[in-house]
């Protein structure tokens, strides 16, 4: 059974960094995309990074580039996303995504396979 866990959130003043984790476990991970998506209150959730797992390869939202940067462990089996210059726009809860298979990084939700429980990012104007 794949389980995906969060940590990382808090709270930060605008500006600030902070980095997040997902350790992943139940599967060999190399063929597979992970990636990170957010939801703000009232707003539909959203793609912020992923990256294919084996290739390294990477896709960012727009909003995100240059400030955010996805990266993972093999070692650890852990995902991690640096997220520096916040913006109280970043406010959301960061879920922690798994899209088995996949030959090509998607950006919409419903692709993913699985998902972990999410932790909240609150930006501080």
């Known amino acids: 059974q794949v389980l995906l866990v969060e940590s990382g959130g808090g709270l930060v003043q605008a500006g600030g960094s902070l980095r997040l984790s997902c350790f992943a476990s139940g599967r060999t991970f190399s063929s597979d995309v992970m990636g990170w998506f957010r939801q703000a209150p009232g707003k539909e959730r959203e793609f912020v990074a992923a990256i294919m797992w084996s290739a390294g390869r990477t896709n960012y939202a727009d909003s995100v580039k240059g400030r955010f940067t996805i990266s993972r462990d093999n070692a650890k089996n852990t995902l991690y996303l640096q997220m520096n210059s916040l913006k109280p726009e970043d406010t959301a809860v960061y879920y922690c995504?798994?899209?088995?298979?996949?030959?090509?990084?998607?950006?919409?939700?419903?692709?993913?396979?699985?998902w972990g429980q999410g932790t909240q990012v609150t930006v501080s104007s």
């Open positions: 995504a798994l899209d088995k298979l996949a030959r090509v990084i998607s950006t919409t939700p419903s692709v993913y396979d699985y």
